[in-house]
């Protein structure tokens, strides 16, 4: 049996998938279940910022498109603050930053 190509290890909720490139050679027979995931296009693993602080002045994208992105992706919360005004009340301001 050869196998060529990429090889990828799911450990079911155990984590990420493991990605292993190169040939696969045996012999014998083995048992069990043999699943074939094939994907299209771009195989890269994403190596960019994971957090993500919103801003108002801006979009900000993250390039995950056709990647494999190993840890979570975390968008903070909106920056705001309060200050006191000329009124005697308060003004906040909602995602600009201090």
């Given at each position: ?13 155990m984590?990420?998938?493991d990605?292993y ?35 108002a ?12 992105v ?7 919360k ?21």
């Amino acid at each position: 049996m050869i196998i060529k190509g990429d090889a990828i290890t799911l450990t079911g909720d155990m984590g990420p998938p493991d990605f292993y490139d190169g040939t696969l050679t045996g012999s014998g027979s083995f048992q069990g279940e043999l699943g074939i995931y094939l994907m299209s296009g771009s195989k890269r693993t994403y190596g960019g910022d994971t957090v993500v602080v919103p801003k108002a002045s801006a979009d900000i994208v993250l390039p995950t498109k056709e990647t494999y992105v190993k840890d979570d992706i975390t968008v903070r919360k909106v920056p705001s603050y309060k200050t006191e005004n000329l009124s005697g009340g308060k003004t906040v301001y909602i995602a600009t930053e201090s």
